[in-house]
């Protein structure tokens, strides 16, 4: 460590940022068993024991929220982990540097648009009153408009269209990465045997960055528990309801917006649990099955 100690320097910021955003602000979570008074410190609220854990569970929407948070966060990883991946096996196979940089960019700059810039793009490009997607049906092809974003059936089609192209870019970054360090003699001398590109990328390339998209795969699967809460709040409506009420939106609804703190915390205290059982049984299953794991 000291012959690389400048280098390890370059982890302080990182290591700072976690200590104080996420690490300091962990004994919060005994907020969760406690009686919230906003007059009191949280060392000086009287306990409450289990009561809010037992609200939490018994809330009668609890499986909504699960089951909504769960199914939208696997369409984007089934949607989105792959559309990363092949993205990256795609701009391996470009020769020309400049086309290369030009599709690069193109694809990482919706990364650092907000959400909310987003959103409202596609509730203008889907409006049903002038968005070019219903006058083009109304005028070509008869019929009603459609209200996309606030039809119950479309929302998880919109939800994984927009999360995809948001971030499909900025995802292929480490494959990209990943590719780069696979030796060139191995392509070489595949051509020299008469494989095709899509022979030398199914024999070569996908082999030998087979470790990374496995880790990448299980911390995906931490985030199944998280399906994103400006994307989601900002597409809800009242008529969509039903589908867009998740535990992100729930933990902001009680604890900002109703002042149900304590109840807020136990939410949130649930969902990092059951990332943390999910990433670990990922890990387990993947050291296992295909020798690739965290640790």
Known sequence: MWKYKYLYLFLFPAIIYYFIFAY???YGITLGFKEFQFNKSIWEMPW????YFDQFINYYKFWDLIRNTLFISFLKLLFGFPAALGLALLLNEIRSRWFKRMIQTVSYLPF????VVVMTLFSKILSPNAGPINELKTKWFGGDPIFFIGDPSWFHSIVVLSDVWKH???NTIIFLAAISAINPELYEAASMDGARRFQRMWYITLPSI???IGIMLILSMGGLMSAGYEQIYLMRQPSNLAVSEILDTYIIHMGLRQGYYSLATVAGMFQGVVSLVIIFAANSISRRASGVSLW
């Open 168 to 170: 499909v870019g900025w």
């Open 24 to 26: 300091i602000p962990m």
């Open 210 to 212: 087979r470790p990374i």
């Open 112 to 115: 650092f648009v907000s959400w």
């Open 48 to 51: 409450a024991g289990m009561q």
